[in-house]
């Protein structure tokens, strides 16, 4: 029996108990409401004249967590945030990469640093999902065993069930088509999907994705099988682990300054690493804690690189974003190039490139493109 994932915050939460709606999902929930915030009444009474109304107080936010019915015995994490009125913009899903679940990427406790809740303020109902392997999701029996028993997990045809499953319960709620926003791997599975799927998507979003277009990348020697070029290497197993320093190793080298503080705020980097390492039953288990990571966005993005083809951008009809990080290690200006000129049948298709932003660009302090990303996102979206 699955388990609804759980987010442990410091502010006291409202349990609610949710009945099951169907076969598909089982549904168990934590609400948690943001304080209203009050002002100090004056000893003395002022004049009419000094009177100032108190600020009208920020508008209360829900995060439901729920487990949605996948393939047979696969269960997947979705949080839903939401204003807990006036939600009734474009329903936004979130679909993390190859690293940590999406938790740890779009909804951190650090204040001002939730993608999640950024979004989910401006008035979209949003959701994040741990597609199987990653976070409060069901892992795949291959993450049981030593790596080397099994090829790469999760690759792009089972995302795309575990998205299908995902979209079409947010549809079954929401009542409308949905924006898909992917970063990373993230960016290549929505990408993939709203090819496949043109009838379930208003608008898409990639952040610093591949496309299947040859061109140079920097991963691309640590995962090719020397004996054999243009193949990955067979000892890339079913799933890596990952402890603080691997997932937070690519992120410190794309920082260009020594300082990585004066980036990203230090508790920014320990939640990541810390949620992503605790989604993991397993991860106390080893020293130093790790958490099981999937290969099979690995093996799939080295194919990318390579020009190998899995899926046309030619059959996206949804309005689409496409936003390229300058500093970026993991997407490549030919994706980008590929991606301008095959959306030809996009709604509309932009593009956008952060100069100086890294890979995690939405999470680095505001004045390194955070700030810059979430206002671009958002007028986005807001468009028809």
């Known amino acids: 029996m699955s ?70 015995g696969v269960a997947l994490a979705v949080r839903r945030i939401a204003l ?30 939730s993608l999640a809740e950024d979004l989910a303020r401006a008035g979209h109902p949003t959701y994040v999902v741990d597609l199987r392997g990653w976070g409060g999701s069901t892992r795949p029996a291959a993450l049981d065993a030593p790596p080397e028993q099994n090829p790469p997990a999760v690759t792009s045809d089972v995302a795309m069930r575990d998205l299908a499953a ?64 243009g193949q990955p290497a067979r000892s890339l197993g079913a799933y890596a682990l990952r402890g603080r320093r691997s997932l937070l190793s690519t992120w410190d080298r794309n920082i260009p300054v020594d300082d990585k503080a004066s980036w990203r705020d230090p508790r920014v980097a320990d939640a990541y690493a810390g949620v992503a390492i605790a989604s993991d039953p397993t991860s106390v288990t080893r020293d130093p804690p790790s958490v099981r990571v999937p290969s099979g966005p690995l093996h799939d993005s080295f194919l990318l690189a390579l020009g190998t083809r899995l899926w046309n951008a030619a059959d996206i009809r949804a309005a689409t974003l496409v936003v390229r990080s300058g500093l970026d290690f993991w997407s490549r200006p030919e ?50």
Request: contains cysteine; proline residues 9%; hydrophobic residues 45%.
């Open 3 to 72: 388990r609804a994932p759980t987010n442990r915050r410091a502010r006291a939460p409202l349990r609610l108990a949710l009945s099951p709606r169907g076969p598909a999902l089982r549904v168990a929930a934590i609400a948690w409401w943001c304080a209203a915030c009050g002002a100090s009444t004056p000893a003395t009474a002022p004049s009419a004249s000094a009177v100032v109304p108190p600020a009208a107080a920020p508008a209360a936010l829900a995060r439901v967590d729920v487990t949605v019915d996948s393939d047979p």
């Open 166 to 229: 995902t979209v079409a319960w947010i549809r079954g709620r929401e009542h409308r088509t949905i924006a898909v926003v992917g970063w990373a791997t993230g960016g290549h599975w929505a990408g993939m999907y709203a090819a496949s799927h043109p009838d379930d998507v208003s608008h898409l979003v990639m952040l610093n994705a591949l496309y299947g277009t040859p061109g140079p990348w920097t991963l691309r020697a640590g995962i090719e099988d020397p004996e054999h070029p």
């Open 335 to 384: 994706d980008v190039a590929a991606l301008r000129k095959e959306l030809v049948h996009a709604r509309r298709a932009e593009f956008v490139e952060l100069p100086d932003a890294t890979h995690l660009v939405f999470l680095d302090r505001p004045e390194h493109g955070r700030t810059r990303f979430v206002e671009l996102l958002r007028a986005f979206l807001a468009r028809e």
């Open 84 to 113: 807990s009125t006036g939600a009734n913009r474009v329903p936004v899903l979130l679909v993390h990469g190859a690293g940590a679940g999406g938790v740890a990427v779009f909804d951190m406790a650090v204040p001002g640093y």
